[in-house]
């Protein structure tokens, strides 16, 4: 098979298992929106925004080396796994225990047994993932995602139907307790589902992957020291990049009331949560290529060229149509997936509205493609050191932006801040890699996609109000999605940006 085959076909697989979790990942959104009040939803945001910090400190890069030494060293794998196995379970225990000792201490985090309750299970449910991610590099070097994404596909519906029953038969909101705040096991409730859902992907993906290799916990001094070396400053760069993601919510919570803090977390997380959706798109594209950029690299092979060009043009064909729609179709998509009351017509007075925040963050998604282009090929390069100065500046430049900014412009700030830093990222590490990599952009096919993202949009805005209004939100927005893709595929062909030398390269037999 070819090298572009390769990785397509085991994206295709990753990206159809996506888009079947984003569904399900909507629904629990609006099952959220519906359930929760609007600060209470921004309390269970706050829960995995931090978890968020705990569990990528606990990764440390570890899933990233991982692919590239059990690519580099096959007859290696089972003892590659079993080290870093063992090393991400200690992490995640240091880490989860560091966390819930921090969080007395810090007065905008004590939130009463609700919250900490919470924290608790869903940190199982967290190292349950870790687990799980740990386990599928192996099949992700062995180019059987099929398994992995079948595993977190069946993990999600598990949650949903464990949610679904417990908000509509075990504390449904017209059961007594519910006439101003959700009780505290109907809170628990929804992080509990979590863990029974992470639980059943990490069972089926281990069943999976021990039909490759052995799996058994391994305490090997020297090759943890290896390994964590390597790791460290991949690790360093993930643990920064993943703070100034999240560390406008616990600005938030630091410069407002805590009522307030989780109402503007509220209205943030129902646009945030879109665009989380679409983000772990280019992982599953890099994650594939990654082994080929490695031996592309180290021999020196002038097709490292031609990849990096044709993985600039797949990101960015992905991207675009995500960043228009999500201009365009802002308020319908809040609509659909959160509540009526996160909308511009019902938001009261000292709040932005969760579709006008959409309305900015969601070009986070253009910027972000393409800056995983360049820090995977700074992995590929093992130049991951850095990623670190590149990061630090970058969350030096958003602390102080969302200070001042949150002063000014409330949680708008975090939106603008969040797009400016992404801008950042891409045009440190596009630099980074040129130092490496003498390659150039043939920016044709950029250029044609963008003329075709336009004609999309014009569509989108010409048809939405009348069809929506016609057959109502839902209905509508999945219709019009649907027009968009063809008229996007149209567009993509008149244009000739899928053209008879890309589709030769998907032909093409490796030398």
Known sequence: MTTARK?????????????????????????????????????????????????????????????????????????????????????AAISIVVTFLLIFFVPSLQMGWIFYGALFWASLGMILALLNGTVTSVLQVAYDMKHATIAQVIGKILTMLCMVFGMFFLFPKQMPGFESTTPFWAFQM?????LVGNTCMYLYTRHFVKKHVNLRYRFDRVFWKDLIKKALPYGLALILGTVYFKIDL??????????????????????????????????????????????????????????????????????????????????????????????????????????????????????????????FLLVALSRQKILIYINCLCLLFNIVFNVIGIHFF?????????VLTEVLVLVCSSYAVRQHVDFGLNLWRFTRTTLAGLVMGATLWFLKDPLIGAVGNTVGLLIILFMAGIVYGGGLYLFRVVDKPMLAILRKKEA
């Open 410 to 418: 409330g949680v708008m700030a975090c939106a603008v801040t969040t």
């Open 250 to 375: 616990l600005i938030i919570l630091f410069m407002y009331p805590a009522e307030m803090a989780h109402e503007q977390i509220g209205y943030y997380s129902a646009a945030i949560k879109v665009v989380e959706i679409f983000n772990v798109l280019p992982q599953f594209f890099l994650n594939a290529a990654l082994p080929m950029m490695t031996a592309f690299i180290v021999a020196k092979n002038p097709k490292i060229k031609e990849l990096i060009q044709y993985s600039f043009d797949f990101l960015y064909i992905m991207a675009l149509p995500i960043v228009v729609g999500g201009v365009v179709m802002a308020y319908a998509i809040i609509n659909a997936t959160s509540a009526s009351i996160y909308l511009t017509s019902n938001v009261g007075q000292g709040f932005y509205s969760s579709d006008l925040l959409l309305q900015v963050i969601i070009f986070t998604i253009g910027f972000s493609f393409l800056n995983s282009l360049f820090n």
């Open 190 to 194: 929804l992080f509990i589902v979590g």
């Open 7 to 91: 990785i397509l076909s085991n994206t295709f697989v990753q990206v159809a298992g996506k888009i079947i979790i984003a569904g399900i990942g909507l629904v629990i959104s609006k099952l959220l929106a519906n359930y929760l009040t609007i600060g209470e939803r921004g309390m269970y945001e706050s829960v995995y925004a931090l978890l968020a910090l705990v569990g990528i400190v606990a990764d440390m890069g570890m899933y990233t080396v991982a692919i590239r030494e059990m690519a580099g060293n096959p007859s290696k794998m089972e003892v590659i796994i079993g080290n870093i196995l063992s090393i991400r379970n200690v992490l």
